[in-house]
């Protein structure tokens, strides 16, 4: 009952967004695919363990369509190469609610067994070697389950009769025989979809043929690139089409073919004009558009939002937000596919972050800052939720709007901050390069940042994607005449599983009529910094481009408190002092447990950070210049204690 609750509660929702926003708004777009796939979570469906045992090469779907019923009827065809010896019988997830006219193996009519929960179950004649490449073709015919926000869809446009699909996440095995689950792409599809003269069919791929079949027409559409088995589509209906062409880095003339409501004609027109500029974009930003060698397109239907089917979006209209968003996951979620829904941020935190940089590119700084803001106000909203989903069962979670898509949106723009522009976004295009046409999961994308940028980010991910809330900070400032401004940082957190977030901190020094921006490495609490500016500083302000997560924030002028130097002779000292090549801390009255220590030299710069145990631990400070250094250990309370040691 609680999840049919949730499922009315998301229509709901969605249908208010529909109505108060003639711009499709993030908020709506993650409203929209969360309920458009919340039938798929009422029941438990995982991936088929009895699929396992073969690798999906290549099907040739034949269908008859009449957008006019509610029915599919066609054959497909499919390849397949075993992956264990003994492999006497093949599984399919494949609904029972469809009548299967035959299975030919070779020209031999094979056996099978339907039940009911998805399990189609195929008798071979005899058993295959572990590698052998071999195909079946399965005909079939009758009305998929209709489950309300389905896959299979037919309704009406302006009194026209329309049929899409829709089979995000499990929804593929609704209409044609398939293999779920984020862990078998399809190497190549053929799509021929017979429909009545009077219609179109918009599919993945290339259309390489149409033909006409006594009143009907025969529409053949070829894509030779891995598919996931939920980006696999197909619309009918009275489309008018019209291409776009899309010069690409790599001299690509691109066709961009669109198939519209002829309503909708004229709106379409200027919307995908538009989005010519926003695919070079990607493009350049990070490889050639990954399908080139085909198309991209859309097709319109009727379901709010829109889906990334591979090459060919649906959509419901075409404003700039729904179609950079779907457009972005060409390579993020389509050639690069999530390979859990725990990970699903890296499809839709990616596709979110994208379509807000096309603000940043194309409109003007007050355009992207408020898409900042707005991104920013809806996550610290609430104080608690991780990127990371904990509970893959509950599809509120997976598709929420605040955590999927604006937090992991605003993963990547911190990481971008932390990590510099030139190392981001070298470690996304080696992340794509790596994982092309196949599955990714979050630490993969991990280390190829790593690698580009030699920066460590094993605290920066267990803080941001599997940690919850977000920090506040204080920050208190002054400034004697002639001298360094000294800045005070204390964080405090919104939730208790992330106790401190580590995060450079963007701060702006104004004096008259001249600024300039300070990056603060905040590695701990309470850190101090000695910043040193040609002029006076009047006035400070944190974050003023918005980098970083984080709420309720302060700024003031003040005396700042001394760091607890009192008690460290009781709780910890180091030897020797001078040092040349090292220092031991020494604590014997320390609590167990890991410290984070940082070395602070006498003008206020972090020159060393690391982890130190209770007990005995050595540093080295061999490469230090000469002078007088503070050597800082925050403990598990907060507190920072500090010892002076003299560098020879």
């Not at 949730?6 to 108060?20: D, E, H, K, P, V």
């Not at 067994?113 to 399990?119: A, H």
């Not at 869809?153 to 026209?160: D, F, V």
Request: hydrophobic share 40%.
């Amino acid at each position: 009952m609680k999840k049919i609750m949730t499922f009315i509660g998301l229509a709901l929702a969605c249908s208010i967004f529909a109505q108060n926003n003639p711009e499709t708004t993030l908020e709506e777009i993650a409203c929209k695919e969360g309920a458009a796939h919340e039938k798929f979570f009422l029941t438990t469906r995982t991936t088929n363990a009895l699929t396992d045992n073969y690798d999906l090469k290549y099907y040739r779907f034949e269908w008859f369509i009449d957008p006019a019923q509610y029915y599919i009827q066609g054959k497909a065809t499919v390849y397949f190469q075993t992956l264990e010896d003994g492999f006497s019988e093949i599984n399919f997830d494949f609904s029972s609610a469809l009548g299967i006219d035959s299975i030919r193996y070779h020209g031999q009519a094979l056996s099978y067994t339907q039940d009911g929960s998805y399990l189609l179950t195929i008798q071979l004649p005899a058993a295959l070697p572990t590698g052998k490449l071999d195909s079946l073709t399965i005909a079939y015919q009758g009305a998929p389950p209709s489950n309300g926000f389905g896959s299979f869809i037919q309704t009406e446009h302006a009194g026209t009769p329309i049929l899409w699909t829709l089979s995000e996440p499990f929804g593929a095995q609704d209409w044609w025989p398939c293999k779920n689950g984020l862990d078998d792409k399809i190497d190549s599809i053929d799509v021929l979809v017979t429909t009545a003269a009077a219609y179109r069919a918009a599919s993945n791929g290339k259309l390489v043929q149409e033909t006409t079949v006594g009143n009907n027409k025969r529409y053949h559409w070829k894509h030779r690139y891995a598919i996931a088995p939920y980006l696999v589509a197909i619309a009918v209906t009275n489309y008018a089409q019209y291409t776009d062409n899309v010069m690409l880095g790599n001299g690509t003339n691109l066709p961009m073919v669109n198939y519209v409501y002829p309503e909708d004609l004229t709106a379409a027109q200027a919307g995908t004009a538009d989005l010519v500029q926003t695919l070079q974009f990607y493009d350049s930003l990070f490889m050639t558009y990954p399908f080139y060698q085909e198309k991209y397109g859309h097709a319109q239907f009727g379901w709010g939002g829109g889906m990334e089917h591979q090459t060919m979006s649906f959509v419901i209209n075409f404003t700039r937000s729904l179609l950079g968003h779907e457009l972005a996951h060409q390579w993020f979620g389509d050639m690069v596919t999530c390979g859990s829904w725990e990970d699903i941020w890296l499809n839709e935190g990616f596709a979110t972050y994208l379509e807000g940089m096309t603000r940043e590119r194309f409109l003007t700084p007050t355009d992207w800052y408020n898409w900042k803001l707005n991104r920013l106000n809806n996550i610290v909203s609430q104080p608690d939720g991780s990127v990371q989903v904990n509970d893959t069962t509950d599809v509120n979670r997976i598709f929420s709007g605040r955590l999927s898509y604006s937090k992991g949106a605003f993963l990547l723009h911190m990481l971008r901050w932390k990590l510099g522009g030139e190392a981001f976004f070298q470690g996304l295009r080696n992340y794509l390069d790596d994982r092309q046409f196949g599955f990714a999961k979050t630490p993969d994308l991990q280390a190829h940042l790593e690698a580009a940028s030699g920066q460590p980010l094993t605290e920066f991910f267990k803080d941001w994607y599997q940690g919850q809330g977000f920090p506040s900070y204080q920050v208190t400032w002054n400034q004697a005449p002639g001298n360094p401004v000294l800045l005070q940082v204390i964080q405090t957190t919104s939730h208790p599983s992330v106790d401190f977030f580590e995060m450079p901190l963007p701060v702006l020094l104004m004096g008259n009529g001249v600024d300039t921006l300070v990056r603060l490495e905040h590695t701990f609490n309470g850190q101090l910094f000695s910043v040193s500016v040609p002029f006076e500083v009047t006035a400070v302000q944190f974050d003023p481009d918005i980098w970083l997560i984080s709420a309720n924030n302060t700024v003031q002028q003040g005396a700042i408190s001394a760091v607890d130097e009192q008690i460290a002779s009781d709780r910890f000292r180091v030897f020797p002092n001078p040092a040349q090549d090292y220092i031991q801390v020494v604590g014997e009255s320390l609590r167990a447990g890991a410290l984070r220590w940082s070395l602070v030299n006498s003008v206020g710069q972090v020159v060393g950070t690391g982890n130190i145990q209770a007990g005995d631990y050595q540093i080295k400070v061999g490469g230090l210049p000469a002078g007088l250094y503070r050597v800082l250990l925050r403990e598990e309370n907060g507190r920072v204690c500090a010892v002076a040691f003299i560098k020879g």
